[in-house]
């Protein structure tokens, strides 16, 4: 089924950031913040490991990515065998279409031929959800909620990298957006509370990638081009690590400091990539 034959079931729009909520349970998809890998149903709650990026995969298929860290939606194995989530490798078990249902809702295939299922269409929270032959009952039909826009990932996690103002969805002036950020005319972007923001020009300026005290991304969004110049701390940050490859891995950098410009003290491989951070 091509892409323009996909779009609208269920409230699907094309690519963009989804809460998916199943239509016997009434729950949400939701990714368990525990081991990061189990996919459960839950009550909303408007957090991110309970929204999707669904990004372009060709030939109207779709990767479905977490918005709290990037893992992708897998198949495992066939009937009854559990969904995960996993690190995004734009394998075909991480490709998925998007289906009309028998009531107009969305049916979530595989490209290897099974679909989302609810077990039993129980609506237990906490409840691991499986893999299963389609037959378009409820407990495999969605409904699909835009909570954000049609993103630009390249092979990396969620953006969190939003321009100010009218050419984007960040405030001028205004509260927070819904990763924890303020825009201010004169100083650019800050954050709130406590946390670290990556800007990719010296003194503080341009886009900024900003992560919460204790948070990490395991590959940083390639919108980000993988480089800053320049990082800010706020509130109790003590330290951030920078690794030069995804899942924490290479050489690192530890930076415990404001630096308004980064460029003369970072290592080489810093200035062509960084692959994954942690905050402390």
């Not at 950031?17 to 909303?44: A, W």
């Not at 609506?123 to 893999?131: E, M, T």
């Not at 004169?186 to 341009?206: A, M």
């Amino acid at each position: 089924m091509g892409i323009s034959l996909a779009w609208a079931q269920g409230g699907f729009g094309g690519p963009g950031r989804y809460e998916i909520v199943n239509l016997q349970s009434g729950k949400v998809i939701d990714l368990d913040r525990n081991d990061q890998t189990t996919v459960i149903q839950f009550q909303s709650r408007g957090t991110d490991n309970q929204q999707w990026d669904f990004q372009p995969a060709g030939e109207g298929f779709f990767y479905i990515l977490n918005a709290m860290n990037g893992r992708a939606l897998e198949v495992t194995g066939g009937n009854s065998s559990p969904l995960v989530g996993r690190p995004f490798n734009r394998a075909a078990s991480q490709q998925w279409r998007i289906d009309t249902g028998k009531d107009g809702n969305a049916l979530i295939v595989s490209r290897l031929g099974k679909t989302i299922d609810v077990p039993d269409g129980s609506n237990r929270d906490g409840l691991k959800l499986q893999i299963y032959d389609l037959n378009g009952d409820s407990n495999q039909r969605f409904i699909l909620r835009r909570v954000g826009g049609g993103g630009g990932l390249r092979g990396g996690p969620p953006s969190v990298i939003d321009r100010p103002g009218p050419g984007g969805p960040g405030p001028r002036g205004g509260g927070p957006d819904r990763w924890g950020r303020i825009y201010d005319e004169r100083d650019g972007w800050r954050l709130g509370g406590d946390g670290v923001c990556f800007y990719e020009r010296p003194n503080f300026r341009g886009e900024a990638l900003c992560l919460k005290l204790g948070e990490e991304f395991r590959n940083v969004p390639r919108d980000f081009g993988e480089v800053f110049s320049s990082v800010r701390f706020f509130g109790r940050v003590r330290e951030v690590v920078v690794y030069e490859r995804r899942d924490f891995r290479g050489e690192r950098y530890r930076i415990r400091r404001d630096e308004r410009d980064i460029q003369a003290s970072r290592p080489p491989w810093m200035s062509t990539r960084m692959g994954s951070v942690q905050v402390f």
